[in-house]
């Protein structure tokens, strides 16, 4: 799949296409169906299907503070977005140039000038330019001016409540890794570097975890123990497995996974921590990805390192059976 960063490396010579556009964060079911229907479009036309993104979330221009959590970075939508079929990727910079774009000219001058879309399919909550005044309701008149099509494509709703970014947000925060995985159509996936922890996982209590160093602003589950699918791969460090152990890139592992502070020990830093069930490897600079499936407990300070090594043997047995590994 062809990645574009800025209008301006979108190829001359692009012919016609289908275009969906939205921030699209996690790439749950709804904008699953989005996609879907925009790649079926595509197809039935015989031109590409792009996706249009949008990185930073566009709150974070204007309320950084108020910025939601990240469920998937723009590599991650890449990944996911070319799983359903899509050609190529525009991600677009959000900053207040384009904030202040007006709709008319987001259209003429990006999805008709540059993108030659024949059509353009939005969910029915989408909205474009300046202070938000394009819509669905003005979108296709625009479009119209430009000769393509719109398909306003309806929000998917789960017994009563609207899938959404914001509900996924909700389950991981209340630690319910699995009902944000049934929003989702998969499990929530962190992504980050194998670093150096504090060394005591295997020296100290038999556990060696691979500790993930997480991109700022990714959404984290709410703290706890979770089981898990552990899959190393290439990282910004180091391209090759190590030759001594027995995890193969690629591959994903049951894990009992650590999120939060290790309350027992004092420790203060937030940490996620995978141990890799009957595996041993050393992953240091390779980039590890953790797939939650379930819930297991929430953190809790232990009266000594016994008690702990106890729960977490306990752990390790729950893992297993929620995710068929006995």
């Known amino acids: ?149 719109v398909e306003i494509v309806e929000l998917l709703s789960d017994g009563g409540d609207r899938v959404s970014s914001t509900r996924v947000r909700g389950h991981l925060a209340d630690g319910d890794v699995a009902a944000a995985a049934a929003c989702l159509g998969r499990p929530h996936r962190v992504t980050g570097e194998v670093i150096h922890g504090q060394g005591r996982g295997g020296a100290q209590l038999g556990f060696p975890t691979a500790n993930i160093d997480v991109a700022p602003g990714l959404a984290v589950p709410a703290d706890g123990v979770y089981a898990a699918w552990f899959t190393a791969t290439e990282g910004p460090e180091r391209r090759a497995v190590d030759p001594d152990g027995d995890v193969e890139l690629g591959r994903a592992y049951p894990a009992a996974v650590s999120v939060g502070t290790n309350v027992t020990f004092g420790d203060t830093a937030r940490t996620v921590e995978a141990f890799i069930l009957d595996r041993s490897a050393d992953l240091y600079g390779l980039t590890g990805s953790i797939d939650f499936v379930g819930r297991i407990r929430g953190m809790e300070r232990f009266d000594g390192i016994e008690p702990l090594i106890e729960r977490m043997n306990l752990d390790v047995a729950e893992t297993r059976e929620i995710l068929g590994e006995r």
Not at 44 to 61: M, Q, S
């Open 1 to 149: 799949m062809d990645i574009w960063h800025g209008i301006e490396q979108v190829p001359a010579d692009l012919g016609d296409t289908v275009a969906t556009v939205g921030v699209f964060d996690g790439i749950h079911l709804g904008h699953r169906r989005l996609i879907g229907r925009a790649v079926e479009r595509a197809r039935e036309l015989g031109v590409p299907a792009v996706l249009v993104t949008f990185d930073p979330h566009p709150i974070a221009v204007f309320a950084p503070d108020k910025a939601p959590a990240t469920l998937a970075t723009w590599p991650r939508r890449a990944e996911l977005a070319e799983e359903i079929g899509v050609d190529a990727m525009l991600v677009l910079c959000f900053d207040r140039e384009l904030a202040a774009t007006a709709p008319e000219d987001f259209v003429g001058d990006i999805l008709a000038g540059t993108l030659h879309a024949k059509a353009v399919l939005v969910g029915e909550n989408f909205t474009y330019g300046h202070k938000a005044a394009g819509n669905t309701r003005t979108l296709p008149a625009q479009a119209a001016e430009h000769g393509m099509d």
